[in-house]
């Protein structure tokens, strides 16, 4: 597609169930990020997905949290048993990589806003 | 100490007033620097890079300082639809990192 697709756009859901959030990057972008950013606040890193090479965890919060990547296609973010402190909008973003002009520009979905109760 | 630190905001000027924002990062192996521009309750997008010689595009003037790990953008003769929160991101270990965000409002 011509942007980065991300669905549902908006998600309620009570507070123990589990989520689940998808992103279509660019056509030929090989880096993926989730960013989380909660009201009022800035982004916060989540994870990061480099072609076949193994992701950048390193900003998940809890174990309660994972993501996977099919090859340079979709992700999806998952969250376990949710909790308030998860209310949030969860941004997805791509790029693609390397020595030319452009790389490593995040193109942004528009948001997945996610509402536990 | 965060990754990637700016200016706390929000910044309040008048139309016509020159600003100036300010970004510090951490990881001193960092190559790649940006500005971003985050309108409510939308997803940021790109404003531009920073190149290391430092850049500008029409009213916007982006320098680094690598000795410093210090990132800087002005913005001159300021206009209402740059009411927006800007944010600083750098590039540390492979990964885009954000700063929180410095919020700017333009009024008449």
């Known amino acids: 597609g011509a942007g980065v697709s991300q669905s549902p756009s908006n998600k309620v859901t009570e507070k123990g169930k589990d989520v689940e959030l998808r992103c279509d990057p660019i056509?030929?972008?090989?880096?993926l990020y989730w960013y989380r950013q909660r009201l009022g606040q800035g982004l916060e890193f989540l994870i990061y997905?480099?072609?076949?090479?193994?992701?950048?965890k390193s900003g998940l919060p809890s174990d309660r949290f994972s993501a996977e990547r099919t090859g340079e296609s979709v992700s999806t973010l998952t969250i376990q048993r949710t909790q308030q402190e998860d209310s949030a909008v969860y941004l997805c973003?791509?790029?693609?990589?390397?020595?030319?002009?452009?790389?490593?520009?995040?193109?942004f979905g528009a948001g997945s806003r996610l509402t536990v109760l | 100490r965060k990754e990637v630190e700016q200016d706390p905001g929000p910044f309040n000027v008048p139309e016509g007033a020159t600003v100036a924002f300010n970004c510090t990062y951490s990881?001193?192996?960092?190559?790649?620097f940006f500005w971003y521009r985050q309108d409510c309750r939308k997803e940021p997008k790109l404003l531009m890079s920073?190149?290391?010689s430092g850049n500008e595009d029409g009213r916007f003037t982006a320098q680094l300082n690598r000795a410093s790990q210090y990132i800087s953008l002005l913005i001159r003769d300021s206009k209402l639809s740059d009411s927006a929160t800007y944010l600083c991101?750098?590039?540390?270990?492979?990964?885009?990192?954000f700063g929180q965000g410095t919020e700017l409002s333009v009024k008449p």
């Open positions: 973003a791509s790029s693609f990589t390397g020595g030319s002009s452009g790389a490593n520009v995040l193109t």
């Open positions: 056509s030929g972008h090989t880096a």
């Open positions: 997905f480099q072609g076949n090479s193994a992701p950048d």
């Open positions: 990881n001193s192996a960092s190559q790649s």
């Open positions: 920073v190149y290391s």
């Open positions: 991101v750098v590039n540390g270990g492979g990964k885009l990192i």
